[in-house]
C-alpha cells in the first residue's frame, strides 16, 4: 500500500513538472515569434512605416502572410487588403490636394456557435508609423522604428491570431485588424466602420493593443474601458502571470487610440497598453528595447481576454463611454471641483474699504450634458472666505472677518467645440447661486459685526476656461448682489462679496 502512495506521488510530481515545462516553452516559443515580427516591422529597412510609403506597404504585405500561415480567411473572401484613399495637402501650387493609399490588414476566425458565430469580436492594432525624419542634417539616426508604437501590438495581434487558430476558434467570430494611419488621425480605424465590412450593430466590442511592449518597466499591463460592457468584473480574467489593472474609461487626450473610432459608434472598447514609459514619437524607439517576455505575458492575457469575450453569452454593452470618446446627446455627469483665490468687500459708500483676502472651496456639481455643448446643473460647495478691510482710504486693514459657507450654485456652461469633436477646447459659464453662511468670527474688538451680519446670501457669476479631456481648469468670478448687513444695521449702507477664483474640475 505505501508503495502505491509512493508511486502515486512520484507521478503526480511527474505530470506537474512536465506541465511547468510545457508552459515554459509554449512562453519562450511565444516570445521568439514575437521578436522576430517586431524586429522585423521595426527595421531600418521599413524607413518607419509612415502611410503611403514603401517600407508601410512591405509591412502590410508581410502582416497579411502571416495572417496566410496562420489560416486566417479573408475579411471578404478574396483579400486580406481593405484600401482607401487618403487626402494630404500637395506640393504642386495648381494642385491643393493629393491622393495617397493606405490599406488596413483583416483576417477572421470564423465563430463555432450556431447563433453566436454571427457576432464579431474585433481586435486592432495599428501598423503605421511617423516614417523618416528629413531636414535633420548631421543626425546618427533619422528614422522612427516606432518599436513599442506600435510594433508590439502588431505582433501580439498576430500572435494571438495563431495562438486562437490553434486553438481552434471562438463561439463569436474574431476579425484581427491590422489598422493603418492611426498616426495621422485614425484613419484606418475610421474607414473600416465608414465601409461597413461587418454589421456594426454585430460587433460586441473591439480591443486595441497599443504600445504594449515595456512591462517590465511599467510593471502593470492596464486595460481601459471596462466600464464600458456591462458586469465586465463578473466575467473579465485576472492573469496570475504579468499584473492586469482594469480601468473604467480612458481620460488622457494624450493617449488617443483606434478605440475613439469605435466608442463613436457606440460599440464597447477595451484598450490594453503598458503606458507610455517608452520611447514614444522618438528615433530611439527600436526593437532591442522591447520587453519581449512581458510581451509574451500580454499575448497570453489578451488571449484569456478574448475567449473570455467571445465566449461569454450574456455580452452587453454598458451604454456608458469615456468622456473623451462620446457623449450621448443627453448624458449626466458628477464634477467636482476645488477653488482658490481672492475675496473682496465691496462698500456701497467710503465707510469701508476693501481689500483682497484669502478664498478657498471644494465640491461638486451635478449636471446635464445636452448634445457635447451645453451643460445645466447645480452644484454644492463648502467654502472658506477671508474679508479684510479699513475704515479709510489707506488706512489699516488688519480688520478681518472669516466666514465658513455652503454655496449652491445653478450653472449653465457652454463647450467649445463640442465633446464628440475634440478632446480639448474651451469653455464659458453663467451662474446664479445662494450663500448660507454657517459660521462666522470677527477680528474687530470695537464693532460686534456678528451681530450685523446676514446668514444668507444672493449672487451671479460668470467664468471661462479649458477642457482637457476630463480636466478643466478656469477663471471664476462671483459677485454678491444681496448685502452681507442687516438692513437695520446701517442707513443706506451695505457691503457686497467680490470672488475672483482659480478653478481646478474633473469628470465622474
Not at 526593437?287 to 467571445?310: C, P
Amino acid at each position: 500500500m505505501k508503495i502505491n502512495k509512493l508511486l502515486y506521488m512520484i507521478l503526480f510530481l511527474f505530470c506537474a513538472g512536465s506541465t511547468a515545462g510545457q508552459e515554459k516553452d509554449l512562453h519562450t516559443a511565444s516570445r521568439i515569434r514575437l521578436r522576430e515580427h517586431v524586429t522585423f516591422l521595426a527595421s531600418d529597412s521599413l524607413g518607419g512605416r509612415l502611410i503611403g510609403t514603401e517600407g508601410n506597404l512591405i509591412a502590410g504585405e508581410y502582416i497579411a502572410g502571416c495572417f496566410a500561415d496562420i489560416g486566417l480567411e479573408e475579411y471578404n473572401g478574396v483579400s486580406y487588403f481593405h484600401y482607401f484613399a487618403v487626402d494630404i495637402p500637395s506640393a504642386v501650387r495648381d494642385v491643393p490636394l493629393t491622393v495617397i493609399e493606405g490599406c488596413n490588414v483583416i483576417g477572421v476566425l470564423p465563430g463555432t456557435h450556431p447563433y453566436l458565430k454571427n457576432e464579431y469580436i474585433v481586435i486592432g492594432a495599428h501598423y503605421d508609423h511617423l516614417g523618416t525624419a528629413t531636414g535633420r542634417e548631421g543626425a546618427v539616426d533619422s528614422i522612427y522604428n516606432g518599436a513599442d508604437d506600435n510594433a508590439s501590438g502588431t505582433a501580439v495581434l498576430i500572435e494571438l491570431a495563431a495562438l486562437l487558430k490553434e486553438q481552434g476558434g471562438l463561439a463569436r467570430t474574431v476579425v484581427f485588424v491590422a489598422f493603418d494611419g492611426e498616426e495621422q488621425g485614425l484613419l484606418g480605424s475610421q474607414e473600416f466602420l465608414e465601409d461597413a465590412l461587418f454589421p456594426q450593430d454585430k460587433i460586441g466590442a473591439m480591443i486595441s493593443l497599443d504600445m504594449v511592449g515595456y512591462y517590465r518597466k511599467s510593471g502593470v499591463l492596464k486595460v481601459l474601458g471596462t466600464g464600458t460592457l456591462r458586469e465586465a468584473k463578473k466575467w473579465m480574467p485576472r492573469s496570475g502571470k504579468i499584473k492586469v489593472k482594469h480601468i473604467p474609461f480612458e481620460q488622457s487626450p494624450l493617449s488617443a487610440t483606434d478605440t475613439r473610432s469605435f466608442a463613436v459608434k457606440e460599440i464597447p472598447t477595451l484598450f490594453l497598453t503598458t503606458g507610455m514609459v517608452s520611447p514614444y514619437h522618438k528615433v530611439t524607439d527600436h526593437a532591442h528595447l522591447i520587453d519581449y517576455d512581458g510581451l509574451a505575458g500580454v499575448a497570453e492575457y489578451t488571449r484569456e481576454l478574448t475567449v473570455a469575450l467571445a465566449d461569454y453569452s450574456f455580452l452587453e454593452p454598458s451604454g456608458k463611454f469615456a468622456v473623451i470618446h462620446h457623449v450621448p446627446d443627453r448624458s449626466f455627469h458628477v464634477i467636482s471641483s476645488v477653488q482658490t483665490g481672492s475675496n473682496q468687500l465691496l462698500p456701497s459708500k467710503g465707510a469701508l474699504q476693501g481689500r483682497s483676502a484669502f478664498y478657498s472651496a471644494a465640491g461638486a456639481d451635478f449636471r446635464m450634458l445636452w448634445k457635447g455643448f451645453l451643460e445645466l446643473g447645480p452644484g454644492l460647495y463648502l467654502e472658506h472666505i477671508n474679508a479684510r478691510h479699513a475704515f479709510a482710504v489707506g488706512g489699516s486693514s488688519k480688520n478681518r472677518l472669516q466666514f465658513l459657507a455652503l454655496n449652491v450654485p445653478f450653472t449653465c456652461r457652454v463647450y467649445f467645440p463640442e465633446f464628440n469633436k475634440l478632446p480639448v477646447g474651451v469653455y464659458a459659464s453663467s451662474s446664479l447661486y445662494y450663500r448660507y453662511y454657517m459660521a462666522s468670527k470677527a477680528h474687530e474688538p470695537d464693532i460686534d459685526y456678528l451681530s450685523l451680519l446676514r446668514s444668507h446670501e444672493a449672487g451671479i457669476g460668470f467664468g471661462m476656461g479649458l477642457r482637457a479631456a476630463t480636466f478643466h481648469i478656469g477663471y471664476e468670478c462671483k459677485l454678491g448682489v444681496t448685502g452681507l448687513f442687516k438692513k437695520s444695521a446701517f442707513d443706506n449702507y451695505n457691503v457686497r462679496n467680490l470672488t475672483q477664483s482659480l478653478v481646478l474640475s474633473w469628470f465622474f
